[in-house]
């Protein structure tokens, strides 16, 4: 089995699979995507603006179905990617040991894209599934050498309880574009990736 990415909100219907559906849009075959929630009831749809922007943004698509976050699904996870600390919080409570591959998923795109700025990238020669493995050592070993925003608090709120979904999905899809750029290193490509990327939203409220 390779690699297995696990996005985690509260009710699985909303930011957790939007995630999880444009990052498996951006990093194609080799990583397994997978979404639950922290209080999800299960069975639940995709909410329709995640839905519409997953689509417009070039996303996975597919059925989706609401799961509650089990051990087993953390025990399963390469790394877990939250959407806020509160979150984070839940997956190390109920298995303390995965606290080493749990991130926010804005604080880890925020210590990818410091990553890929230094210029450290992974072995040439390594496949997507040993480039994701090495990014996940490289952001627990780089928790706080990432510079923020004194506004920025890593955190994507619900927009289903006081967010808006325009403003948490522009963040969410900059933060996608973070994650995936030291994954995506092709030498010179990545200057131009850089380029592009500088141009997306930052992940400041606009």
Do not use: Y
């Amino acid at each position: 089995m390779g690699p297995r990415v696990l996005l985690v909100c509260t009710a699985n219907i909303c930011r957790s699979p939007g995630a999880e559906r444009l990052l498996a849009g951006r990093l194609g075959e080799g990583v397994e995507f997978f979404s639950r929630g922290t209080r999800a009831v299960p069975g639940a749809g995709i909410c329709d603006f995640s839905a519409s922007w997953v689509e417009s943004h070039g996303g996975a698509g597919g059925a989706h179905g609401s799961r509650p976050l089990e051990v087993e699904d953390i025990r399963a996870s390469t790394v877990i990617l939250t959407a806020s600390q509160t979150q984070r919080g839940r997956v190390i409570e109920m298995r303390p040991s995965a606290q080493v591959r749990t991130f926010t998923l804005l604080h880890a795109a925020r210590t990818a894209q410091w990553l890929a700025a230094a210029g450290r990238t992974p072995p040439r020669s390594a496949d997507l599934a040993d480039r994701l493995l090495w990014l996940v050592e490289e952001l627990d070993a780089n928790r706080g050498s990432a510079p923020r925003d004194e506004e920025d608090d890593d955190e994507l709120p619900d927009p289903h309880r006081g967010g808006r979904h325009p403003q948490v999905f522009g963040r969410l899809q900059a933060a996608v574009e973070d994650f995936c750029a030291p994954l995506l290193f092709r030498g010179p490509a990545l200057r131009r990736d850089r380029a592009r990327l500088r141009q997306k939203p930052s992940h400041a409220w606009r």
